[in-house]
């Protein structure tokens, strides 16, 4: 087989420091394996303005749609939150899921034991919590149009659009179907039905699209009850499917489960192999250059990319073995109150790797 090709893009802050990790596990994870991977590093966010003068330069959308898996770090940053400013880091970001077609954004969300206490909630209630939210990503009340501002009557009004066709809705309903088979075979959909007409619709597809996956449970939630039940039976859950703004808020919520920021990977998805992966975390000015920042997130999104775009099953289960392993044995950055550097966390991964294959 020939060599995987993945830009790196990492970005601003500590999004250089993980992803540099992150690439190195998935090296000897991919050795072991006899597989093989290229990297190219191309520019986004703060670091491309300041040498383009654009978020995403043409040369770094050219790479990402040609690789056939992205991995990014994280942009922006205060030296570039001038809100005068023309361009801002963030933009980078969201031209970069559009040019790459990813419109489905796959959080997990684990805890592990070891961490139980790191978690606002009790012990009892999310030992053992494992579940995946399958966000929509480029439709929804953040894309929906009419948006905008007019001025009737003296009065100033502002309006956005809750708008999805059906086509949109079935994609991402599809995917999160496909993702529930080999877990605990469980969708939990997530509307305001009760209000919503395009939750209604969203509703209809989601038994559509059900109806094809036979074995597989749907369940459907309001949004405002499901945020409840996120904290009183954040272990019912398996993979929860759900509008652009809703995901958004719900999967901040489940974040907060799990403890830290540092440990949670994401990855972005369209229609083919493809994908876009990142931790969840941002730039996080405040350690960036100082070799501190929790190398986990990236880790397990370096996971995800090969699992869901090079098709690396054994290498992205070895990679997540080794987190496990490596968080069972003590292994903790200051983010989960010990004492290791991103080097060490990442050489504690990959030490776990060996010991646990
Ligand atoms: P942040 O996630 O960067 O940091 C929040 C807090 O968590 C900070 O105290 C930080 O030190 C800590 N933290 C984050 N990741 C960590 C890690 N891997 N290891 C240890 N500690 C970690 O969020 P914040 O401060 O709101 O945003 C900082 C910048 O990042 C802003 O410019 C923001 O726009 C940007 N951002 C970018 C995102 C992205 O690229 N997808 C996502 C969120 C924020
Ligand atoms: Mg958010």
């Known amino acids: 087989m020939t ?13 250089p420091e993980v992803t540099e ?7 000897v994870a991919a050795k072991r394996g006899g597989k093989s991977f290229e990297t190219r590093d191309e520019l986004l966010g703060g670091i491309a303005i300041d040498a383009t003068g654009e978020a995403m330069p043409e040369r770094t959308r050219e790479a990402c749609v040609a690789a056939d898996a992205v991995l990014l770090g994280a942009v922006g940053g205060p030296k570039w939150d001038d809100p005068r400013a023309k361009t801002r880091p963030e933009a980078g970001l969201l031209g970069l899921r559009k040019a790459m077609g990813v419109f489905a954004n796959l959080r997990p969300v684990r805890l592990h034991a070891a961490l139980a206490d790191a978690s606002p909630l009790r012990r009892d209630r999310i030992e053992g919590a494992d579940m995946v939210f399958v ?7 953040y894309f929906g149009t009419p948006k905008g ?3 009737e009557n003296g009065v100033e009004r502002a309006f956005d659009t809750l708008v999805y066709d059906q086509n949109e809705i079935e994609r991402v309903v599809e995917l999160a179907f496909r993702l529930a088979a080999p877990r605990k075979k469980k969708v939990t959909s997530v509307d305001k039905a009760n209000v919503l007409e395009s939750s209604r619709l969203w509703r209809e597809i989601a038994v559509k699209v059900g109806a094809r996956h036979g074995g597989i449970s749907l369940e459907h939630q309001l949004v405002d009850s499901c945020a409840m039940k996120l904290l009183t039976h954040a272990k019912d859950f398996d993979v929860i499917v759900t509008e652009n703004m809703f995901g958004d808020i719900l999967t901040d919520e489940a974040a907060a489960l799990a403890g830290s920021l540092g440990l949670l990977p994401s990855a972005s998805l369209g229609e083919g192999p493809r994908g876009l992966y990142e931790p969840i975390h941002g ?41 496990d392993v490596a968080i069972a044995k003590g292994a903790r950055t200051r983010d989960l109150g010990g004492t290791l550097g991103t080097r060490e966390m990442t050489n504690a991964v990959v030490d776990a790797m060996s010991q646990a294959a």
Request: proline content about 3%.
């Open 3 to 15: 060599s995987a090709r993945i830009v790196v893009l990492g970005g601003d802050g500590i999004g």
């Open 135 to 141: 966000r929509e990503l480029t439709g929804g009340l």
């Open 149 to 151: 501002r007019a001025v």
């Open 21 to 27: 990790a992150a690439l190195h596990v998935l090296g």
């Open 283 to 323: 730039s996080a000015p405040d350690i960036a250059g100082k070799g501190l920042a929790n190398p986990v997130g990236a880790i397990l999104s370096a996971a995800m990319l090969a699992r869901h775009s090079l098709g690396w099953t054994d290498e992205a289960a070895a990679i997540e073995r080794g987190v």
